[in-house]
């Protein structure tokens, strides 16, 4: 298994090996490469996090949260409700 070091400003959109994506600060396991997907944005995208508190959430708007390291509390980005590749599914 593979760790890569993510949101650490080096954008891994393309990359897609398998692996667990960690938090650049702590190394908090974040994400399964299992559950990226291809999206337009420039910013790697996933439908799900690897555990149930990989990350803490924050609703920022009504389709939005804020989404930080479930542990250090790194800002990671949103988790956007409903724009997912299937319906009903989540993008981060
Ligand atoms: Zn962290």
């Known amino acids: 298994m593979s760790f890569c070091s993510f ?17 650049a600060k702590c190394k908090h396991p974040l994400f399964s490469s299992r559950s990226k997907y291809e999206h337009s944005s420039p910013w790697p995208a996933f439908i799900e996090t690897l555990r149930e508190d990989s990350v803490t959430k924050h609703m920022e708007t009504l389709s939005a949260f ?12 949103h988790e956007f409700i409903n724009d997912g590749p299937e319906e009903g599914q989540s993008r981060f």
Do not use: A, T
Not at 7 to 23: Q, R, S, T
Not at 66 to 76: A, M, P, R, S
């Open 7 to 23: 949101f650490g400003g080096e954008i891994y959109k393309d990359h897609f090996k398998p692996g667990i994506y960690v938090c």
């Open 66 to 77: 804020k989404v930080l390291c479930g542990k250090c509390g790194n800002g990671l980005g």
